[in-house]
């Protein structure tokens, strides 16, 4: 193309670019939260008290065992989605809100042993047949549940984006009446329902992106109630960080603390990235709440 040709188009677009780039760029820089920023970062932390304390209690546990069984069941979806991906065959897959879940796939590990680097050392069936597929397939239940995660406390940081994934999340509570075997699930996804669509109403659903949040606090933080699940109540279904722990070597709490490292340093992005991205006033913000599918 000769240099004096100029394409008017090329250069509005590339002009856009620049100028959501230089957007982007000076929103990172300036990452000092507004009042409603703050508080929605201050509930997502003392939400990870409050779910580890309900998900241990007695009584509080079966009160929310319909978005334990929604948890669980995201969780145990990626173990199988990627396990089929690996060419994994599903032998069977179990979804209980109290003793966790479990997600049996056949065909990933290797069917000859593997040659241990140290000639003394005594690994176990499992470390000696490990492979690469059955690895990701363990790790995408923790990866899978960070990113559902991450994207639901990104939503909490503005009303529009919390009413979508209110959306998403009434629909998904459907899904875990399928595998729901006792009365208590049921009149807890009943309850968590009627929660969320009571929300929907006043102050144009501002309430509705603690819900979110909450949801979104449950998935990310999943390691650790699968952890502690596990150390209190000794449930039937052990916990991926013992899998990893018989695959690979090292203690379970090593596992233990290297995802949630992993989980916390997702947490810390999808603060920065809803500090960032939602930078608009409370009135710009009920603003835009009240024209989407507006309740009053």
Not at 104 to 124: D, K
Not at 160 to 180: E, N
Request: hydrophobic share 50%; charged share 10%.
């Amino acid at each position: 193309m000769p240099p004096n040709i100029i394409i008017p188009g090329l250069i509005a677009e590339h002009t856009s670019e620049n100028v959501s780039v230089q957007v982007l760029a000076k929103r990172a820089a300036n990452i000092t939260p507004n009042s409603f920023q703050t508080n929605t970062v201050i509930a997502a932390c003392v939400m990870f008290l409050a779910i580890l304390i309900a998900w241990n209690l007695p009584i509080l546990r079966d009160a929310i065992s319909g978005l334990k069984l929604l948890t669980v069941g995201i969780h145990e979806l990626c173990h199988l989605v990627v396990g089929l991906l690996c060419g994994g065959q599903v032998v069977s897959i179990c979804i209980d809100p109290n003793d966790g879940g479990a997600t049996h796939v056949m065909g990933l590990m290797r069917t000859t042993p593997r040659v241990p680097r140290n000639p003394y050392a005594m690994p176990t069936f499992a470390q000696t047949f490990w492979s690469p597929s059955a690895i990701a397939t363990l790790a995408s239940g923790y990866i899978g549940s960070s990113v559902i995660g991450f994207l639901f406390i990104f939503c909490g940081f503005d009303i529009v984006a919390s009413k979508a994934a209110a959306l998403v999340i009434h629909f998904a509570l459907l899904v875990p009446i399928l595998r729901a075997d006792h009365w208590i699930a049921y009149a807890s996804i009943i309850g968590c329902e009627a929660i969320l669509i009571g929300l929907w109403f006043g102050d144009h659903g501002n309430a509705i992106r603690f819900y979110v949040l909450f949801v979104g606090v449950m998935n990310l933080f999943y390691v650790v109630w699968d952890y502690v699940d596990e150390r209190l109540f000794d449930k039937r279904n052990t916990s991926d960080c013992a899998q990893f722990s018989e695959l690979l070597g090292w203690p379970t709490s090593s596992w233990f603390m290297f995802w949630f490292v992993y989980d916390s340093l997702v947490f810390a992005s999808a603060i920065f990235a809803g500090i960032c991205v939602f930078r608009r006033t409370d009135d710009q913000m009920y603003q835009e709440a009240s024209r989407f599918l507006p309740t009053r």
